[in-house]
């Protein structure tokens, strides 16, 4: 059972992710505000991660320690982006 509630607040925030991701998407698309480009990368790096960790430790059989390496990394990359979007200059 705790598996299952584990998998599904993983595929939860994903979903959140991805739907943020899109949203940032949709503006830079509407705005032409290239930042929102870097906001949008930087939400689906964090949930694609959080789904990846799952896929590479379920499907692929891999160590929770590399799944979970590999997850913190996307992550950080989706942070580092955003962070990145916060603080450029806006040209």
């Known amino acids: 059972m705790e598996h299952t509630l584990f998998v599904i607040a993983k595929l ?5 992710a991805l ?7 949709r503006g830079y698309q509407r ?3 290239q930042l929102m480009l870097y906001v949008a990368l930087g939400f689906a790096l964090i949930g694609l991660g959080g789904l990846l960790e799952g ?3 379920e499907l ?5 320690f590399q799944a979970g ?3 913190a990394l996307a992550a950080a ?8 979007a916060l603080y450029a200059p806006n040209p």
């Open 12 to 16: 939860f925030m994903t979903a959140l």
């Open 60 to 64: 692929l059989q891999v160590t929770i």
């Open 55 to 57: 896929v590479l430790f």
């Open 77 to 84: 990359a989706g942070m580092l982006s955003i962070l990145y």
């Open 19 to 25: 739907v943020i991701a899109y949203q940032a998407y």
């Open 31 to 33: 705005h032409g505000t």
């Open 69 to 71: 390496l590999v997850a």
